[in-house]
């Protein structure tokens, strides 16, 4: 089964080619783009050479959806199918109103028990920071939402008059010697005690103690180096999520 995934995101866009589950030729776009030309020669690139199953996208920017399911039909030659929660997912929504889930959310729940079983929690560091919950039956049943790591930093630099962007990753000392560093510093750390903290709190809350931890999405592998915490860390979980999710749901 080979298919095109889209994951449009706040901050940015990925799109990969999944050959029977496997992801690969991973691009990573602005979220903003909105230039059809440049949009649809990265999907025929992605596309090239293999023949295609069809492609499936999922979104939490609506107003782009249209604009990518053109250039899908128009760079791939396929009609693409839209993730949302009435789909085979490959685990159950144990959840109010479904709906209103993230389709992200739900490709990252659907792809880690994929991949680990159930339970999981899932961590996605991305413009949010979200954690997503699969009970020991396989049931999506929730999650938490807490800001992403750039929204704190571009909020600080924001509101205060004389502390600047700062670009997230390298390394961070133990005492800023610089205001850059102080925020890198701050940033991190402080991060990984919001991370913990919530995981506990999910954890004991729920009697998910023995529940596979794992974590995806941009700014995942900066924030957890060093940290005593046993994530797992699945850089293309929502693509991969989504490839099984497109499986699932092929016509017989």
Sequence with gaps: MNCI??????TSTSIALSRRGRISRVSRLPGDLRDAATITRVVAKTGAGVALQGA????????????????LRRGAGVTPLVMHAEL????????PKPATVGTDRLADAAGAVARFGAPVIVADFGTALTFNVVDARGAFIGGVIAPGLPLMTDYLAEKTAQLPRIALGGACGSLGRSTREAMRIGARVGYRGMVREITQHLQEGLGLQRARLCA??????WALADADMPFVIEPNLTLFGLSRVFALNLPA
């Design 56 to 71: 499936i996208l999922s979104s939490v920017v609506p107003t782009l959806r249209p604009l990518w399911l053109r250039c």
């Design 5 to 10: 995934v889209v994951d449009i995101g706040n």
């Design 216 to 221: 995806t999405g941009g700014y995942a592998r």
């Design 88 to 95: 085979e997912l490959g685990i159950r929504l144990h959840y």
